[in-house]
Structure formats: structure tokens, C-alpha cells
């Protein structure tokens, strides 16, 4: 191929994953042509569990296109985001679908390649519409409260309200009993002064006589029935009294704000509305909350179930993975002084179920079980904790208490997955403090004795106003510079890490996006993916120059 009058040269020259040829293959001009795949640099026998990741789609991959083609060819392993979690694949009814993920593993399988298994549980992109259906509250048979009843047969004076007309007792109305009378054009209230439910539904029946035909508008606590759309009329036929009934059909309930019990009737334009008796009745919501205990088992239920069916699709064939991801809150501490996990009152936290202690022992107990269930080998599994924030102290220190406690409680943790997220300034100074919490933060995870894994390694450029220098408008002095800052990073870890103790880094995107973040640039005519000094980077720190 040829592009602004460079040659390109085929990265199937120097594939390395078996027998398979990445097509179409990512292109690369001078001055880095003579650079094999990144992941051939890394000198295996004295780094023998450093591995280099790459970040990308599940669609992208299985297209097939460039972006695959840069992966098989240059990493080790890939990682798919949020795009093989529970929320992608599970429906609001637990019906999964994992076709992409089989097509995916099936293919990886078949080249030799490796796969970083999704977190297994998170606070984000779960299948919340599936466990909000499943901690749903439960239905239960429930008994019709009869809230009030008026009988005005026996009453000699109105004393309730009316927001129009003057309502009174009519005596000897019918010639044996009293009467409230309506006048026309008004608005009154029938019965009112009982407490409300908002959840309950009523039923309000009212006996009534009229001289000539007539329709009324009813009102119940501030929520006028209503009927498609439209303002309900209810008929009463002159002549006799009728038993006039608004039914649960209508989906009685107060209005949202209602604080006052009341039902209102109206629009009398033809006819005197004359009231015997009046009575209010509701059935309460027949739901009630699942206890504690209820929503644990529901939830142990679905954790079984997400698990059986990622690990079935598995067959033992991603050994690692994230087991939960991003579980500690930025703010609330404990009484200890660490900072608690996250909690919600919006959606259903695994945590909130299986408390905070037992939040790891729980899904990593369920992940094992059914990875050895299909096959997998519980000998080369391996689990990590992801967060991000950790060259905070006080966030490193957190998460190093809640591992010992999850630990203590029986989980399998083999690791943290601590995601980075850099910058390289142009300010001396900002750059000078980027590199020493880097450094204090490499420190503080090779004390924790686990396998350490770096990812979403995307370093974007500063210049010294703190402005972000886009992918489109770098330098080639500054792109160099940023190289250089990727180097470091990798070298430093390199260094840092116990070698027994690396479990790799893992790029958050392979190509330039908006920033300059990418090993390689997308040329802005032909779309072909042009090495930058940040592969040279890469390779030149990988193989300990």
C-alpha cells in the first residue's frame, strides 16, 4: 500500500499467533517500519508473567477488521470492557445472550489468543432491570379496609365543605329520611377527613336521586376520574335512587401530593343532586418488600445464575478475570476511618445483599463453582479486584483493608487491577508530581504481595495551561515527549513489580481517539493506522532499553 508517498508494510510479516494471519492487516510508515509486534519484545524468561493488553469492543473484534488486526498481531491478551458484563448480555426477564461472546471466544480459540474476563460483578452496567424485577416486592392477599361511611338520612345540619354552592340537609326528602342536597353548579364535598393510602385503590359508592337526568364529575383527593382522556361522567337516571359506584377498574388512587381524604362531586347543570349515604373503601397495595434475608437469597440466586451461564459459554477458556470492579465509595468512611463501599437506594448493589464483608466471598465463591463446573481448571483461575483513585492514599489504604477482610471471609483474590489514569504536562511541575505519585503508587501495590495488573493505560497530552493538546493538532516534539512519558511508565513497572508478581498492562485504546493516546494515528484520508513514536516506545521499554 502506499500513503503520502511512504511504503506500508504488512504486520502479517511478522505475526506470531500460531498458524493465523490478522487480516486486514494495520499499516506503519518510516521511521518505524522495522519494528516487530510489541508483544515480541518482552524478554519471557526473565518477565515470565509480564503480559500487554489491548481494550477494544466486542463488535470491533468480531468484524474482523483493523482493530482485531492490531490486536492478535501486537498483545498478548485482550479485554472487552463493559461489553461481556451481566447489563449487555442479561434481559430485564434473565434471558441471556451471550452469541457475540461464544462468537468471540470460539474465534479466540481457534488463533491461540487470550481473553481478560469482564468484571463479574459491579455497581455499573449490570443487569439492574433483571434484578430490580427479581427483588421486586412479593404479592400478598390483603383485605379491603373500609375507610369511612356518611349517611345523611340522619343528620340534621352540613357541616363539611364546599368549594361552591351552599349544600344542605333536605328533610323528609323522600318523605321517610333526610337528604344532603346539591344545588346545581356546585362543588362539594360528600365525604371527606379520613386518611389516605397512596398506594391503596378505592372504591367509593355513593346512593343518589335526581328529578331529571344529570351527570356528575367526581374528584378523589385532588385527582379527577378520568376516563380516555377525558373527564369521567357518571349517569344517574331520574326517578329513584341509584347506587352509583367509582370501582377500582378506574384506578381510584389521591393524587401524588394529596394530603386530605376527600371525594368531590360536580358538573350538576340540569338537576338538583340529592346524596343518602356515601361510603369509602380501599384495598392497600397487596405487595410487600422482601426482608433482608429474602433479597440475599434472591440475589445468591442470581449471582448463580449469571455466573453458571458466563462460565458455561467460558468452558474454562478466559482463566482471568476482573471479579468485581470499581466497589469502593470516593467519600463515606467507616467508623475505622476507611472509606466504605458504595451503596444505593436506585438500583440493587450486590453488596446491599450480601453486605459489604461478604460481597467477594459471595461472587468469587459462585464464579469458581461454576468455572470448575464446565471444565475450567481452578488451578490456573485467577481473579482481580479493579478500582481506580488509587494513588490516593486514602483509597489505596481501603481497598488494601477490604481485600484483608474479604480475604479473611474466604475469597479467592488473586490480584488488583488498578486503573490509571495520566496525563503528561508540560508544567514541570504538575509533570514532576504525575511521576512521584506513580511511583508511590507502584510502591504501595507491590507491598500488597498480589498480582499486579495497569490498565486503561491511556496517557493523554497537557500543555502547561493544563489544556488538553488534541490528537489532531500534536507535535511531533510533543508526541515524543509522550512516548517517552509512555516508556517510563512501562519501565517503571517493569521495575517496581516483583517479576513473579506481574500480570501486565492493559491499553485502553490501541489508535489515536480525540487525544494522541494511541500507538498508532488513523490517517484522516485513507483510515489506515500509521505507527506513532509511542509504539517505538513501547517495543524500546518492553525489551529493557
Not at 509486534?37 to 469492543?57: C, E, F, W
Not at 471466544?105 to 439492574?128: C, M, R, T, Y
Not at 437469597?297 to 462460565?311: E, F, H, K, S, V
Not at 470499581?326 to 448493589?349: C, P, R, V
Request: aromatic fraction near 10%; glycine fraction near 6%.
Amino acid at each position: 500500500m502506499l500513503a503520502a508517498g511512504a511504503l506500508m508494510v504488512s504486520c502479517a510479516d511478522y505475526n506470531v499467533t500460531d498458524n493465523f494471519t490478522a487480516e486486514p492487516d494495520p499499516t506503519f510508515v518510516e521511521p518505524y517500519k522495522d519494528y516487530a509486534p510489541v508483544k515480541s519484545y518482552i524478554d519471557r524468561s526473565q518477565y515470565p508473567n509480564m503480559t500487554l493488553g489491548a481494550t477494544l469492543k466486542v463488535a470491533d473484534f468480531n468484524k474482523q477488521e483493523l482493530a482485531h488486526a492490531a490486536a492478535v498481531t501486537n498483545f498478548d491478551n485482550l479485554a472487552f470492557g463493559n461489553t461481556l458484563m451481566s447489563g449487555a448480555i442479561i434481559n430485564e426477564k434473565g434471558v441471556m445472550n451471550f452469541l457475540a461472546m461464544k462468537d468471540l471466544l470460539d474465534h479466540v480459540e481457534e488463533i491461540g489468543g487470550e481473553v481478560f474476563g469482564s468484571p463479574i460483578a459491579a455497581n455499573a452496567n449490570q443487569a439492574d432491570d433483571w434484578m430490580k424485577v427479581l427483588t421486586a416486592p412479593i404479592e400478598v392477599k390483603v383485605e379491603p379496609i373500609e375507610d369511612k361511611v356518611v349517611d345523611y338520612t340522619t343528620m340534621e345540619t352540613f357541616t363539611g365543605t364546599a368549594k361552591s354552592g351552599k349544600p344542605a340537609i333536605e328533610k323528609n326528602y323522600d318523605g321517610n329520611d333526610n337528604a344532603l342536597k346539591v344545588p346545581k353548579k356546585a362543588k362539594v364535598y360528600i365525604v371527606e377527613d379520613f386518611d389516605l393510602d397512596p398506594y391503596g385503590e378505592y372504591t367509593i359508592t355513593f346512593w343518589a336521586q335526581v328529578e331529571k337526568d344529570e351527570t356528575v364529575i367526581c374528584t378523589f383527593s385532588d385527582s379527577t376520574i378520568m376516563e380516555n382522556g377525558n373527564k369521567k361522567k357518571y349517569a344517574i337516571k331520574a326517578g329513584q335512587w341509584r347506587k352509583i359506584t367509582v370501582d377500582p377498574n378506574m384506578k381510584v388512587r389521591p393524587a401524588a401530593n394529596a394530603t386530605k381524604g376527600y371525594f368531590m362531586i360536580e358538573g350538576n347543570l340540569n338537576s338538583i343532586v340529592y346524596i343518602k349515604s356515601v361510603t369509602v373503601v380501599h384495598n392497600p397495595d397487596n405487595h410487600r418488600p422482601q426482608t433482608a434475608q429474602e433479597k440475599k437469597d434472591t440475589m445468591q440466586y442470581a449471582i448463580n445464575q449469571w455466573c453458571d451461564g458466563l462460565m458455561k459459554i467460558n468452558a474454562g477458556r478466559i482463566k482471568s478475570f476482573d471479579l468485581i470492579d470499581e466497589a469502593i465509595d470516593a467519600k463515606t468512611e467507616l467508623d475505622n476511618g476507611m472509606l466504605d463501599l458504595k451503596h444505593s437506594l436506585d438500583n440493587i448493589f450486590w453488596q446491599d445483599a450480601f453486605g459489604s464483608e461478604n460481597y467477594a466471598p459471595e461472587v468469587s465463591k459462585a464464579a469458581c463453582n461454576a468455572y470448575q463446573k464446565y471444565g475450567g481448571d481452578p488451578s490456573e483461575l485467577k481473579f482481580f479486584i479493579s478500582e481506580s483513585g488509587l494513588e490516593e492514599e486514602k483509597k489505596f489504604v481501603s481497598l488494601q483493608y477490604w481485600i484483608s477482610v474479604w480475604d479473611t471471609n474466604g475469597a479467592k483474590i488473586d490480584g488488583i487491577n488498578a486503573k490509571l489514569t495520566l496525563s503528561y504536562s508540560e508544567d514541570e511541575a504538575t509533570q514532576a508530581a504525575t511521576e512521584a505519585a506513580l511511583k508511590t503508587l507502584l510502591e504501595n501495590l507491590a507491598s500488597t504481595g498480589k498480582l499486579i495488573r495497569l490498565s486503561n493505560f491511556d496517557i493523554k497530552y497537557k500543555d502547561a495551561t493544563g489544556a488538553s493538546i488534541a490528537a489532531a493538532d500534536i507535535k511531533e516534539a510533543q508526541r515524543q515527549k509522550l512516548a517517552d512519558f509512555y516508556g517510563h511508565v512501562i519501565k517503571s513497572y517493569m521495575n517496581t513489580i516483583p517479576h513473579e508478581k506481574q500480570a501486565g498492562i492493559c491499553k485502553g485504546n490501541m489508535a489515536d481517539t480525540g487525544d494522541p493516546v494511541g500507538l498508532w494515528s488513523i490517517d484522516s484520508k485513507s483510515k489506515d493506522w500509521v505507527r506513532t513514536a509511542t509504539y517505538k516506545a513501547f517495543c524500546d521499554a518492553l525489551s529493557g532499553k
